[in-house]
């Protein structure tokens, strides 16, 4: 992979991969005796799933496009509870 031909906010995904990396290490390092995978999984979700919200943040902010169409979610409905065939009405 050729650095020089990366644009600002891929060398910083890079940059924040690599000081995820190195958390994850230090962690390995820093573990007791029989503790080192737990100690590894907890740095990765504290440092793996900060840069992961990252990479997202800039991957939608750098193509406005992503964020066009309104919102993601749409509003499930709700209060009415669903009749069986055992209450004797038909819907078909």
């Keep these: 992979m050729d650095f020089e031909k990366l644009t600002?906010?891929?060398?910083?995904?890079?940059?924040?991969?690599?000081?995820?990396?190195?958390?994850?290490?230090?962690?390995?390092?820093?573990?007791?005796?029989?503790?080192?995978?737990?100690?590894?999984?907890?740095?990765l979700h504290e440092r793996g799933f900060e840069h992961l919200r990252e990479m997202?943040?800039?991957?939608?902010?750098?193509?406005?496009?992503?964020?066009?169409?309104g919102p993601a979610v749409r509003r499930a409905p709700a209060g009415r509870t669903p009749r069986s065939a055992a209450g004797g009405i038909s819907r078909s």
Excluded at 18 to 43: S, Y
Excluded at 56 to 66: D, I, K, Y
């Design 8 to 43: 600002a906010e891929q060398r910083l995904v890079a940059e924040q991969a690599v000081l995820a990396f190195q958390a994850l290490e230090q962690a390995a390092r820093d573990a007791p005796h029989g503790q080192g995978m737990a100690r590894v999984e907890a740095a």
């Design 56 to 69: 997202l943040r800039l991957a939608v902010s750098a193509h406005a496009g992503a964020q066009k169409g």
